[in-house]
């Protein structure tokens, strides 16, 4: 589609379609039986021309891949426009094939092993009907009390910032459009594995020095590989949770970095504005991230 039938397909979208683009939903939400990929999911008492409306879907590990597939086309095909949905899924370290771990694999210092990884992910993930994947990530993780160490190549931006590049580049191939690739997202910007003393949730407190020279190059680096996607952190930098943090999301990553990637929220982390005591409703929390540039809300 040219960037100009796509403004054509947008001013011809009713306000209700265009907000249904910006969130995402489990699959459970559209077929019975379906395993939840985040844990206990909230009541969303959405209404099924609601649910056509929605951008994407997140789902589980495909068990009936052509009930997928069945899902979609019936979703696009009961959309006004006719939009598919987008389907994503964590694909960590492999799909069928399971991999070594991120940190394992970190520890080759492979390169050509990771974007193999990447590249085997996206083949077995797409024939699946999985569109999107959210990874790599590249947090640089430097305390082992932190729970999620292990989905990280390690300690080293340097080496965050090559297996996550060299991983983007498996995932999405030589071209997008091609059936056996994946979009890429690169996850969780920024400083998320310096959460104090490594509890989840809690705040990072960081430098701009140590932000710029630690923390922000392996986001950089691979976007510069072609990731398609940015998902903020759930921590707060500079007291601003990051979904909603426009030096993190205006300022480096559309102004300096130049970048059009996708930003989507981590899972209800727009409703842990709440928690952060930065908005009164989830009104309010909505209008916060999407001004911050938030894409799409998870």
Not at 11 to 35: N, T, W
Request: glycine share 8%; proline share 6%; net charge negative.
């Amino acid at each position: 589609m040219t960037h100009e039938k796509l403004l054509d397909l947008i001013r011809s979208m009713s306000l209700a379609e265009k907000v249904g683009q910006l969130a995402q939903i489990p699959l459970s939400a559209c077929l019975d039986g379906v395993g939840e990929p985040t844990g206990p999911m909230m009541q969303y008492n959405l209404t099924p021309d609601q649910v056509v409306l929605c951008g994407s879907l997140i789902c589980d590990r495909p068990t009936d891949a052509a009930l997928y597939a069945k899902t979609v086309r019936e979703m696009q095909e009961a959309h006004p426009h006719k939009i598919p949905p987008i389907l994503m899924r964590d694909i960590i370290h492999g799909f069928r094939t399971v991999f070594p771990i991120p940190l394992a694999m970190g520890c080759s210092f492979d390169e050509q092993m990771a974007e193999k990884m990447g590249r085997i992910s996206a083949i077995e993930g797409a024939v699946s009907g999985v569109h999107a994947s959210f990874a790599p990530m590249v947090d640089v993780v430097r305390d082992p009390r932190w729970g999620r160490c292990m989905e990280s190549p390690g300690e080293s931006p340097a080496l965050c910032g090559a297996m996550g590049a060299a991983m983007v580049k498996g995932l999405r191939g030589d071209n997008l459009e091609s059936a056996d690739t994946l979009a890429a997202c690169a996850k969780h910007y920024a400083a998320y594995g310096l959460c104090q003393a490594g509890m989840e949730y809690a705040p990072a407190d960081c430098s701009r020095t140590e932000m710029y020279n630690v923390y922000l190059p392996p986001f950089k680096k691979t976007l510069d590989a072609g990731c398609d996607m940015v998902m903020p952190s759930f921590i707060t930098v500079d007291r601003v949770p990051c979904v909603c943090n426009e030096w993190l999301l205006k300022d480096i990553l559309r102004d300096r970095w130049g970048s059009d990637a996708m930003v989507i929220s981590d899972y209800a982390d727009v409703w842990q504005l709440l928690n952060h005591g930065v908005a009164e409703d989830l009104k309010e929390a909505a209008k916060l991230c999407i001004r911050a540039g938030l894409d799409m809300d998870m």
